[in-house]
């Protein structure tokens, strides 16, 4: 069985400071691990992908995640905010492969304060 | 080039209607996968479909079909419809029949409504 678990539903941080959006997930299988934004109206995009290459793993907008497999955990980290960055953020967990055993957690909204 | 297209972006259905999303895939692709995002949750995978065969169903009522066209477009109906099936859907394409692992670009959605 797999499940992912965001476990914050908002996180507020100032423009400059640095982000951590958590994702906790479980899974039977070796898992792959994404991370979508949702800007407001409009579709979603992938910011980041682990498919057990390495366990740091770089995005687009300057987003990275760690894989601990220890932890069960692929954080969300981000040095620095940027305004743009306000949206929601999902953590999606697959297992290898299989569409039907993709599962999104139930997201984050991160905001930024000037 | 051309992203994920959906059509039509709005829909208000009274209950017990049928209605039919469109999907358009980014050219190339031929995997198309259909999701519900209900409000303020994550969304929740419906079905895939690769070279117009059924690759993936989620955990969904009959009430809920798809297919997919020569031309990699894809459909979503859903019959009988109900207050709960008020959701933006998503469609999302990529280019290999590996839905959990290849990298999936999606569609700006269908908002539908149901009175």
């Known amino acids: 069985a797999q499940s992912v678990t965001q476990l914050d539903s908002h996180v507020s941080v100032s423009e400059g400071t640095p982000v951590l959006l958590r994702c906790n997930y479980s899974?039977?299988?070796?898992?792959?691990l994404f991370w979508y934004v949702q800007h407001p109206n409009k579709g979603l995009q992938l910011l980041l992908k682990?498919?057990?290459?390495?366990?740091l793993v770089k995005g687009i907008n300057g987003f990275e995640a760690e894989f601990k497999k220890s932890e069960t955990s692929f954080h969300l980290t981000k040095p620095s905010a940027h305004m743009s960055d306000a949206a929601e953020y999902f953590c999606v967990v697959s297992a290898y492969s299989s569409a039907s055993k993709i599962i999104f957690g139930s997201g984050t909204r991160l905001s930024i304060r000037p | 080039d051309a992203g994920v297209t959906q059509s039509p972006t709005h829909l208000i259905k009274t209950r017990g209607q049928h209605v039919t999303l469109r999907c358009s895939p980014i050219s190339g692709h031929k995997s198309v996968s259909w999701y519900q995002q209900v409000l303020g949750q994550g969304p929740q995978f419906i079905f895939q479909?690769?070279?117009?065969?059924?690759?993936g169903r989620g955990n969904f009522p009959d009430r809920f079909s798809a297919r997919q066209f020569p031309n990699y477009s894809s459909e979503l109906n859903v019959n009988a419809l109900l207050l709960g099936d008020s959701a933006l859907y998503l469609c999302a394409s990529s280019s290999g029949v590996l839905a959990g692992t290849d990298t999936q670009y999606f569609g700006p959605g269908t908002r539908l409504t149901v009175l």
């Open positions: 899974s039977s299988y070796s898992p792959s």
């Open positions: 682990y498919t057990s290459a390495a366990t």
């Open positions: 479909y690769y070279e117009k065969e059924e690759r």
